[in-house]
């Protein structure tokens, strides 16, 4: 049983693509996902700390809730206590 698209077929030279092209398979993928993956851990991290400084509630929670643990609202009040 032989699966697939078929054979690979010649195509253009001198057709651009941004994505690589055809049948593209760079030798350098994985530094290239390590690097693009490192980069969405710094965002994500950045995000979460703006996030965390920002955070106030109006209505406080009646029992513990995880943001507790990081907002700066709840940090001030366990310090002064």
Do not use: C
């Not at 049983?1 to 195509?11: E, F």
């Not at 969405?40 to 995880?66: H, M, N, W």
Request: net charge positive.
């Amino acid at each position: 049983m032989h699966q697939g698209g078929g054979a690979r077929y010649p195509y253009p030279k001198e057709v651009w693509s941004p994505a690589g092209g055809w049948w593209t398979r760079p030798s350098n993928w994985k530094t290239n996902t390590a690097i693009a993956f490192a980069g969405i851990l710094v965002t994500a991290y950045g995000v979460f700390t703006i996030s965390a400084d920002k955070e106030k509630r109006l209505v406080q929670p009646i029992r513990p809730i995880p943001s507790m643990r990081w907002a700066k609202e709840y940090k001030e009040q366990k310090d002064a206590a």
